[in-house]
């Protein structure tokens, strides 16, 4: 099950829009990262992130009512499903997040997007060189990336009882370790 080729070939099966493939790169680095810093198994929680949107690309106003039988289909285990099912909590899913792993991917699906706008604005256009301040800089204007719900993302540094500067710090470390497969390296050398 923890075969992330495979993983990637399900996720291909079923979607084909690149800029979602760089979404579930970065949810699936910082998912890694999180589970590093936890001392948990970096290999599942990644593959959680790099699934969870399994089924946006073929059923976008239906999101997460298909995954569940993608992901079944294909062997995953029900805390997989679960987990992945979670991070839609009040959006498109009554599935609450209760445990680390999906704490984690509620906070995060949404910064990682976020942060990824702040680096598409940057000069550099480059998340190698961003600091917590520039985030946080956009993070007030309503009218910057304005599909991202905000509130999902600080109800989720609530969950997991940390400050938005630290989770927004940690979450830029991650999508630094994968910056050129998610779109993010810029010009920076």
């Known amino acids: 099950m923890l075969d992330r080729d495979a993983a990637v ?16 790169l970065s949810v699936e680095a910082a998912m890694r990262h999180f589970a590093k810093l936890h001392g948990e198994d ?3 929680w990644g593959l959680v992130g790099l699934l969870h949107d399994i089924d946006y690309g073929k059923y976008p106003e ?3 009512g298909h995954a569940r039988e993608m992901l079944s ?14 991070h839609g909590w009040g959006l498109c899913s009554e599935v609450e997040p209760v445990l680390l792993m999906e704490k984690v991917l509620y906070a995060v699906d949404e ?20 600091e917590v301040k520039s985030v946080k800089k956009k993070w007030g204007s309503a009218a910057f990336a304005a599909g ?19 989770l927004i710090q ?3 470390l991650a999508l630094r370790t994968e910056a ?7 010009s920076v050398a």
């Open 9 to 24: 070939r399900l996720w291909r099966e079923h979607n084909t829009d690149d800029s979602l493939f760089r979404h579930a």
């Open 42 to 44: 970096h290999d599942y």
């Open 62 to 64: 239906e999101h997460l």
């Open 73 to 86: 289909v294909a062997g995953y285990p029900e805390a997989f499903i679960r987990a992945v099912e979670s």
């Open 111 to 130: 910064l990682t997007g976020f942060i990824a706008a702040c680096a598409f604005v940057r000069p550099s256009r480059s998340v190698l060189d961003m």
């Open 148 to 166: 991202v719900d905000r509130s999902v993302i600080e109800k989720g540094a609530g969950m997991l009882g940390v400050y938005l500067e630290e």
């Open 170 to 172: 940690e979450t830029i």
């Open 180 to 186: 050129e497969a998610v779109g993010l390296k810029g």
